[in-house]
């Protein structure tokens, strides 16, 4: 008799190291310095609400949406995210 063939296990790609430092925030994670793209963009995001070119809430929200999307491995979003696919 043949023995059926077996898959070989699939090795799961471990994450990529951080760059800089970062710093353990409760019930957020791992936050650390950001990319010199997003300090960019941040520093951007401030001059424009300091010299009224936006609104502090949008330059705000950009601001968060950006960092947000940015650090995409916070360990609550994911749990909230997984709650929102379940509802």
């Known amino acids: 008799m043949n023995a059926p063939p077996t ?3 699939t090795a799961v790609p471990s994450p990529p190291e951080p ?3 970062r710093v353990d925030v409760p019930l957020v ?3 650390g310095w950001p990319p010199t793209g997003s300090l ?3 520093g951007v995001m401030v ?3 300091a010299f009224e070119v936006v609104s502090w809430p949008i330059a705000t929200a950009l601001a968060v949406g950006h960092v947000l999307a940015r650090e995409h491995d916070f360990p609550v979003l994911r749990e909230v995210g ?3 696919e379940d509802a």
């Open 7 to 9: 898959a070989a296990p």
């Open 19 to 21: 760059r800089g430092w």
């Open 29 to 31: 994670g791992p936050v």
């Open 40 to 42: 960019a963009f941040l």
């Open 47 to 49: 001059a424009f609400a």
């Open 82 to 84: 997984a709650g929102l």
